[in-house]
């Protein structure tokens, strides 16, 4: 006995038994040939019968099994089939639904209309030129009396046995029979129409499922003429969509769509693992950019492009008909690849994802230059906002996904005094027009790199450079802005706890000693230098410069106001305040209330403002009251010379100190 009985042989009837694997629910799918039966899924719930059957052979078969509910997903031109489901139901009392294929017509297409095989036939036995006929082996025989039938008829049909038997009966033979298993893209059919110069399509208004749409795009795209045998009745029934609603709900199942989200490489077929090929063979639906998806015409399979999460959940609810899907994402799912993103979206929907990996450009790129990348750090800049002179100046070997061009790269590189590093770009990989550059900068900012492109960036001179906070004061461009000093500069960094990924105010920034010092320490961090003095927003920018900061965004203008359209802060020096000490620290506060702040002091107000504030907030600081003196030469003698006192206020944070080396 069985709880449900489909009549299959259809998509449709396919992803309905795909929907029942493994569920607690007996079922019967009926097919006609062992071809159909070969598709369908195997599962310990599910029995399938290729038995052919008229209307006496279904009501014994639904006498002997007693379903609760019979499905008829039977092809829309398999009137006779229909016919006899629907009596046999009735006959036997079962409860009947009819699966109804949309059309895809609106009544708009540039299309001949015919009601039979035989019109359609007698239609173009009066025109030259050749026929691809993608209605099935069924209506062979209505086209064979046209003149020159053998010649100019292509019959496009299963991969069977049985087909092909029938169509070499008929004289359909060699390049004229296309076996093909459906269903097929339109660049697919426009490719085959191209290759035996067709001039007539004769199909069936097949719906979405059978590629009908695809078809019609096709012929558009080839100039062919298209000829449409209509539907042999009106019927009335549910959609795929609402028949898997009537499982779920009437069984209860907790089926789910099936997503592969898989790594293509760098877009070429030779990149696909074997585990990829045989997800996108067992796929009904392939996703993916239009890059990625291109080059998988060869499988035949529906395509929507797209890379956008959020708009690949859309479809899929859309169309649930795509039981396997494969999402195609380039390089490889687990190295900067939306894979995850996408990943968690589908969970938290339902379906069941898996992810396959695939070769990463880093990977690739390093192979066709033998060398390593185990040693390299990783960058990318596309799409996204990501420091790369820090972590070049620290590092040997940096692989960079680009935001900008090449010659964008190299000009990067020779104004922050990297002319040394040695340039790796891979353009296009995997394609015809692969090209691998090798140089300086100065040797590759005019050449030619097309995108997508990879950089592999060699320096020798990394790690050379003082890490320690402190730089000495003459390095600096100074002019007459007053500056904060070596040895006060050390204390502040060590006071301000900083993070690798800090983002920091420096207000009242002057010529940038703080700023500069700070964006050396955090190559994923970012500096908002604040100052509101002419001739001290000259002085950061050529700082900025000479240091090869990039992590370092000079903000012009009076603090609080030029703090409002900045990001929330993690760490805050307030060096100069211009008297607004308290309307400061009010808005880094309201901002994140977390923050660790550390402000200098120097003259006796601005110590007044801050003990104030503190005392009104009940906020606790470390107060250090700081005076360096250097030694100068007098004569023959060294006397020390004092620096005005500086005092500093420290609080707050989130208690990131505690966590080092955790």
Same mark, same amino acid.
């Given at each position: 006995?069985?709880?449900?009985?489909?009549?299959a042989?259809?998509?449709?009837?396919?992803?309905?038994?795909?929907?029942?694997?493994?569920?607690?629910?007996s079922?019967t799918?009926?097919?006609?040939?062992?071809?159909g039966?070969?598709?369908?899924?195997?599962?310990?719930?599910?029995?399938?019968?290729?038995?052919?059957?008229?209307?006496?052979?279904?009501?014994?078969?639904?006498?002997?099994?007693?379903?609760?509910?019979?499905?008829?997903?039977?092809h829309?031109?398999?009137?006779?089939?229909?016919?006899?489901?629907?009596?046999?139901?009735?006959?036997?009392?079962?409860d009947?639904?009819?699966?109804?294929?949309?059309?895809?017509?609106?009544?708009?297409?540039?299309v001949?209309h015919?009601?039979?095989?035989?019109e359609?036939?007698?239609?173009?036995?009066k025109?030259?030129?050749?026929?691809?006929l993608?209605?099935?082996?069924?209506e062979?025989?209505?086209?064979?009396?046209?003149?020159?039938?053998?010649?100019?008829?292509?019959v496009?049909?299963?991969?069977?046995?049985?087909?092909?038997?029938?169509?070499?009966?008929y004289?359909?033979?060699?390049?004229?029979l296309?076996?093909m298993?459906?269903?097929?893209?339109?660049?697919?059919?426009?490719a085959?129409?191209?290759?035996w110069?067709?001039s007539f399509?004769?199909?069936? @208004?097949? $719906?979405?499922?059978g *590629?009908?749409?695809?078809?019609? +795009?096709a012929a558009?795209?080839? &100039?062919?003429? =298209?000829?449409?045998?209509?539907?042999?009745?009106?019927?009335?029934?549910?959609?795929?969509?609402?028949a898997?609603?009537?499982l779920?709900e009437?069984?209860?199942?907790?089926?789910?769509?099936?997503?592969?989200?898989?790594g293509?490489?760098?877009?070429?077929?030779a990149?696909l693992?074997?585990?990829?090929?045989?997800a996108?063979?067992?796929?009904?639906?392939?996703?993916?950019?239009?890059?990625?998806?291109?080059?998988?015409?060869?499988?035949?399979k529906?395509?929507?492009?797209?890379?956008?999460?959020?708009e690949i959940?859309?479809y899929?609810?859309?169309?649930?008909?795509?039981?396997?899907?494969?999402?195609?994402?380039?390089? @490889?799912? $687990?190295?900067?690849? *939306?894979?995850?993103?996408?990943? +968690?979206?589908?969970?938290?929907? &339902?379906?069941? =994802?898996?992810?396959?990996p695939?070769?990463?450009?880093?990977?690739?790129?390093?192979?066709k230059v033998?060398?390593?990348?185990?040693?390299?750090v990783?960058?990318?800049?596309?799409?996204?906002?990501?420091?790369?002179?820090p972590?070049?100046?620290?590092?040997?070997?940096?692989?960079?996904?680009?935001?900008?061009t090449?010659?964008?790269?190299?000009d990067?590189?020779?104004?922050?005094?990297?002319?040394?590093?040695?340039?790796?770009?891979?353009?296009?990989?995997?394609?015809?027009?692969?090209?691998?550059?090798?140089?300086?900068?100065?040797e590759?900012?005019?050449?030619?790199?097309?995108?997508?492109?990879?950089?592999?960036?060699?320096?020798?001179?990394?790690?050379?450079?003082?890490?320690t906070?402190?730089?000495?004061?003459?390095?600096?461009?100074r002019?007459?802005?007053?500056?904060?000093k070596?040895e006060?500069?050390?204390?502040?960094?060590?006071?301000?706890?900083?993070?690798?990924?800090?983002v920091?105010?420096?207000?009242?920034a002057?010529?940038?000693?703080v700023?500069?010092?700070?964006?050396?320490q955090?190559?994923?961090?970012?500096v908002?230098?604040?100052?509101k003095?002419?001739?001290?927003l000259?002085?950061?920018?050529?700082?900025?410069?000479?240091?090869?900061?990039?992590?370092?965004l000079?903000?012009?203008g009076?603090?609080p106001?030029?703090?409002?359209?900045l990001?929330?802060?993690?760490?805050?020096?307030i060096?100069?305040?211009?008297?607004?000490?308290?309307?400061?620290l009010d808005t880094?506060?309201?901002?994140?209330?977390k923050?660790r702040?550390v402000?200098?002091a120097?003259?006796?107000?601005?110590?007044?403002?801050?003990?104030?504030?503190?005392e009104?907030?009940q906020?606790?600081a470390?107060?250090?009251l700081?005076?360096?003196?250097?030694s100068?030469?007098?004569?023959?003698?060294?006397?020390?010379?004092?620096?005005?006192?500086v005092m500093?206020?420290s609080?707050g944070?989130?208690?990131?100190?505690?966590?080092?080396?955790?």
């Amino acid at each position: 006995m069985s709880d449900l009985v489909i009549f299959a042989g259809t998509t449709e009837g396919r992803v309905l038994a795909e929907e029942l694997v493994g569920e607690d629910v007996s079922v019967t799918v009926c097919v006609a040939t062992e071809y159909g039966k070969e598709l369908l899924p195997k599962s310990s719930n599910i029995h399938v019968t290729d038995r052919r059957m008229d209307q006496q052979d279904m009501e014994a078969m639904l006498r002997e099994e007693k379903p609760k509910l019979v499905l008829d997903a039977t092809h829309p031109y398999a009137r006779e089939v229909t016919e006899n489901i629907r009596h046999a139901c009735e006959n036997t009392y079962m409860d009947y639904l009819r699966i109804l294929r949309s059309s895809e017509l609106d009544g708009d297409e540039p299309v001949l209309h015919v009601s039979s095989p035989e019109e359609a036939a007698a239609y173009l036995d009066k025109r030259k030129g050749n026929v691809f006929l993608g209605t099935g082996i069924k209506e062979v025989p209505a086209f064979l009396n046209m003149e020159d039938a053998l010649e100019r008829l292509y019959v496009r049909t299963l991969p069977s046995v049985d087909a092909v038997t029938k169509c070499e009966g008929y004289g359909i033979r060699g390049s004229h029979l296309i076996c093909m298993q459906g269903p097929f893209s339109k660049e697919l059919n426009e490719a085959l129409f191209r290759k035996w110069n067709i001039s007539f399509l004769v199909t069936k @208004d097949s $719906g979405s499922a059978g *590629g009908f749409q695809e078809k019609l +795009e096709a012929a558009k795209a080839a &100039g062919v003429s =298209v000829v449409v045998i209509g539907r042999p009745m009106q019927e009335s029934g549910i959609s795929l969509q609402q028949a898997v609603q009537e499982l779920q709900e009437r069984f209860r199942l907790r089926s789910k769509q099936k997503v592969t989200i898989l790594g293509f490489g760098s877009g070429s077929l030779a990149d696909l693992t074997l585990e990829a090929d045989e997800a996108i063979r067992q796929a009904d639906l392939v996703v993916g950019a239009d890059r990625m998806v291109v080059p998988l015409e060869k499988y035949g399979k529906p395509v929507f492009v797209s890379y956008k999460p959020d708009e690949i959940m859309k479809y899929l609810e859309q169309h649930p008909q795509y039981h396997r899907v494969a999402a195609v994402m380039s390089g @490889d799912v $687990g190295f900067y690849s *939306g894979a995850k993103r996408l990943c +968690e979206k589908l969970e938290k929907k &339902g379906c069941q =994802v898996r992810l396959l990996p695939g070769i990463s450009t880093l990977s690739a790129l390093c192979a066709k230059v033998k060398t390593t990348w185990g040693d390299a750090v990783f960058v990318s800049r596309h799409g996204r906002s990501q420091n790369l002179l820090p972590v070049l100046n620290f590092h040997r070997k940096v692989f960079l996904l680009p935001g900008e061009t090449l010659e964008g790269l190299c000009d990067i590189l020779l104004e922050n005094g990297l002319g040394k590093v040695h340039i790796t770009a891979g353009s296009r990989l995997s394609y015809e027009d692969e090209k691998i550059l090798q140089g300086t900068p100065e040797e590759l900012r005019n050449e030619s790199c097309p995108e997508p492109y990879v950089v592999l960036l060699e320096n020798p001179d990394a790690g050379k450079c003082v890490i320690t906070p402190g730089i000495p004061d003459e390095m600096f461009i100074r002019g007459k802005v007053p500056m904060t000093k070596q040895e006060v500069r050390s204390v502040i960094l060590g006071k301000l706890h900083l993070t690798r990924d800090a983002v920091v105010y420096d207000i009242g920034a002057g010529t940038g000693s703080v700023s500069v010092e700070m964006a050396r320490q955090m190559d994923r961090g970012i500096v908002y230098s604040v100052e509101k003095k002419k001739e001290a927003l000259e002085l950061l920018e050529k700082n900025q410069k000479k240091f090869a900061i990039e992590n370092m965004l000079v903000v012009e203008g009076e603090a609080p106001a030029a703090l409002q359209s900045l990001p929330t802060p993690s760490h805050v020096f307030i060096g100069g305040s211009s008297g607004n000490l308290p309307e400061i620290l009010d808005t880094v506060l309201k901002d994140n209330p977390k923050a660790r702040v550390v402000l200098s002091a120097v003259s006796l107000e601005t110590q007044e403002q801050a003990v104030a504030w503190m005392e009104e907030h009940q906020v606790e600081a470390e107060v250090v009251l700081l005076q360096a003196a250097k030694s100068r030469a007098a004569g023959s003698h060294h006397l020390m010379q004092g620096a005005s006192p500086v005092m500093l206020f420290s609080f707050g944070g989130d208690g990131t100190w505690d966590k080092a080396g955790s």
